[in-house]
Structure formats: structure tokens, C-alpha cells
């Protein structure tokens, strides 16, 4: 996929008040986009993915995959608090000449989707053909599609909701609390609460797969008393996020998922689902019980003329990237 940055002209105001300067995003794209011609696929990506989604959603998109065609423009948008290229906490304040670190503003979904509709009047995208997203990028999706109707033409939303959850949010206090814990979370350096972090992670691994899964790819076979293969599991799973991610970006975007309710100022969830005029599918994995399919129903039962389908996985929240493949023979069928 190819790289791109695009850097705001004027300042980004946020919902909270705060005006960002010179806050860029990063994204990747497949593929050539004509003005008024091409088939324009437009990803969201989750928490700690990257605006590089063919890398985590390698079973989906592909130029031999359901998305990703020779014949689409292809694009996905690294969200602003992330660390992969777009502003973030270790940005650099273009104000203080510093690196934002813990003074970096929480963004809402709002804001990461206001963000995006600028980014596509700067290239000049009428029409969003597909809009695509699991979980945390389903919640960007659902609120773009009511932000602008006349813009998105179909929809698939994945293992995610119409607003999060108190269980949700009950959750990302947990491992915002982990993080907080960490003494050097405050600090004024890249790694600041990083064993933090790797706790957190620990809570979320917790939650995004399920028991079957979990007992059938980590049980042991003998009779140890300590040292338990999923215990190395869990461990691998946090030291892999450290590597790669960061605890202020990682504490931000809890809080961003947090902010997520399609009804806040629209008359109600059911009101502002019921504005969507995309024609709209809605997939749960049968086993995910950190966004289960009742929500996903519930999208479907409120957005006109939707579909609903369930996908029967043991992978749990995480089915939404493992069950790739099934989900792209749907998306295929959909969009086709």
C-alpha cells in the first residue's frame, strides 16, 4: 500500500474545546483514484491497528481478496492519538516545541470522524462506496454513516455497537488504572508506562478471545503446577503490544472508544440509527462477548433495511480479524 501524509492547514478544533495545530494524518492507500470514476473503499481500523490494513486484515484485503480490487481506490486512515504517523501524544506541540505526552487532548469518535470527512474533501471524494470497520472502526463507520448520509453508499459494521457499553467501559477503566499504576506513566519520555501497558493488555487479551479458545490452543499437557503455557501466552501478548504501541496513545483511545454514542444530541441511539440511508451490513461473531451479537441485532434492527448476519467462530472479539475469509465471501455477496 502506498504512504501518504496529509497536514491540516488550519487548526482542528476538537470537541472538548482544544484546537490542535498542524495535526496531520497518516494513511495508506491501493490502487488509483479518478475523480467522479473509482470504486472508493474506505477502511477503519481498531484500538492498535495501523492505517496499514492489509497487514491485519490480510484474509480481507488483497488485490485477490473481497476488498483491495485492481478496479477500487482503496484507502485507511491512521487515527489521530495513535502512534503509527498520524498526531498523536508523542507528537511534537507545535506551540511548545515539546512532545504533547500526558497534555495530549482525548479525541472523541466524533472527532476522528470529522477529522477523516476533512481529509476526503481534501481529495476530493464524493461518494464512499464501501465503509468498513470491526469493533473500535465500526464505531468510526456508524457515526460517519449518520454524519453523512449522502456520502456513504453501503456499509458494513463488524463486532461492534451502536454506543459503548458499561461493561465496555468498565473494562477500559481497568486497564486505564493498570497503566496509571506504573510509575513512570506521566513521565516525559516515549516508554513511559510501558509494564503498565503490558498489564492492560492482559485485561483486554481477557476479553477478546473466548474460553473455548483460550482452553483449546493454551491448556497443558502434563501435570505442572506453575509455569502454565497460557501464562507465557499472556506475557508474549503484552511484550508484543510494548514493542509496538504506546501507553499514552493506548490510555487516549480507551477514553475515545468510552465517548461513543450515535444518540448523544440526536433524540436517542434508535432516532439516529434510523437516519442512515447506506444500505447496511451488520456481522457478529457468535462467541465475542466483549461486543456480542445482541448489539450487532440491534443495529440491524434499527437501521433501515439492513442485514444481520453471525458468523459461528470460537475466536471470540477477535473473530472480526481471524474470520477474515467468511467475513469477505459476505462482503463479496453484499457488495457485489
Given at each position: ?208 478471545r473466548s474460553y473455548e479458545a483460550f482452553v483449546a490452543a493454551q491448556s497443558d499437557d502434563d501435570d505442572r503446577t506453575d509455569n502454565f503455557k497460557v501464562s507465557s501466552y499472556i506475557h508474549y501478548q503484552g511484550d508484543k503490544l510494548v514493542n509496538r504501541f504506546n501507553a499514552y496513545s493506548y490510555w487516549l483511545l480507551t477514553k475515545t472508544m468510552d465517548s461513543h454514542n450515535v444518540g448523544r444530541g440526536r433524540a436517542g441511539v434508535e432516532s439516529a440509527l434510523k437516519s442512515i440511508t ?59
Amino acid at each position: 500500500m502506498k504512504e501518504n501524509l496529509y497536514r491540516f492547514n488550519s487548526d482542528f478544533q476538537t470537541e472538548s474545546g482544544i484546537a490542535i495545530s498542524g495535526m496531520e494524518l497518516f494513511y495508506c492507500t491501493s490502487g488509483e483514484y479518478i475523480h467522479g470514476k473509482s470504486r472508493v473503499v474506505w477502511v477503519c481500523h481498531a484500538l492498535t491497528a495501523s492505517a496499514d490494513c492489509e497487514s491485519w486484515w490480510p484474509d480481507l484485503i488483497g488485490t485477490d481478496k473481497a476488498l483491495g480490487k485492481a478496479n477500487e481506490f482503496l484507502i485507511c486512515v491512521n487515527i489521530p492519538s495513535s502512534c503509527y504517523g498520524s498526531t498523536g501524544p508523542l507528537s511534537v506541540n507545535t506551540k511548545t516545541g515539546e512532545k504533547y505526552y500526558s497534555e495530549f487532548p482525548v479525541f472523541t469518535v466524533r472527532d476522528i470522524v470529522n477529522a477523516m470527512i476533512e481529509l476526503r474533501k481534501h481529495l476530493r471524494i464524493d461518494n464512499i462506496d464501501l465503509l468498513i470497520g470491526g469493533s473500535m472502526g465500526g464505531y468510526q463507520c456508524v457515526e460517519w454513516a449518520i454524519m453523512e448520509p449522502q456520502v456513504v453508499k453501503n456499509l458494513v459494521l463488524v463486532a461492534t455497537g451502536a454506543r459503548e457499553s458499561a461493561w465496555g467501559i468498565a473494562i477500559h477503566t481497568a486497564q486505564r488504572l493498570a497503566i496509571e499504576t506504573d510509575p513512570s506513566f506521566g513521565g516525559k519520555h516515549d516508554d513511559a508506562g510501558s509494564k503498565g501497558l503490558k498489564t492492560a493488555r492482559a485485561i483486554g487479551m481477557l476479553t477478546y478471545r473466548s474460553y473455548e479458545a483460550f482452553v483449546a490452543a493454551q491448556s497443558d499437557d502434563d501435570d505442572r503446577t506453575d509455569n502454565f503455557k497460557v501464562s507465557s501466552y499472556i506475557h508474549y501478548q503484552g511484550d508484543k503490544l510494548v514493542n509496538r504501541f504506546n501507553a499514552y496513545s493506548y490510555w487516549l483511545l480507551t477514553k475515545t472508544m468510552d465517548s461513543h454514542n450515535v444518540g448523544r444530541g440526536r433524540a436517542g441511539v434508535e432516532s439516529a440509527l434510523k437516519s442512515i440511508t447506506a444500505r447496511t451490513l451488520c456481522i457478529g461473531i457468535s462467541s465475542d462477548f466483549l461486543c456480542p451479537v445482541k448489539e450487532q441485532k440491534f443495529l440491524a434492527e434499527n437501521i433501515p433495511g439492513a442485514t444481520f448476519i453471525e458468523i459461528d467462530s470460537p475466536f471470540g472479539h477477535d473473530g472480526f480479524l481471524v474470520e477474515g475469509k467468511i467475513i469477505g465471501e459476505y462482503v463479496n455477496e453484499f457488495f457485489a
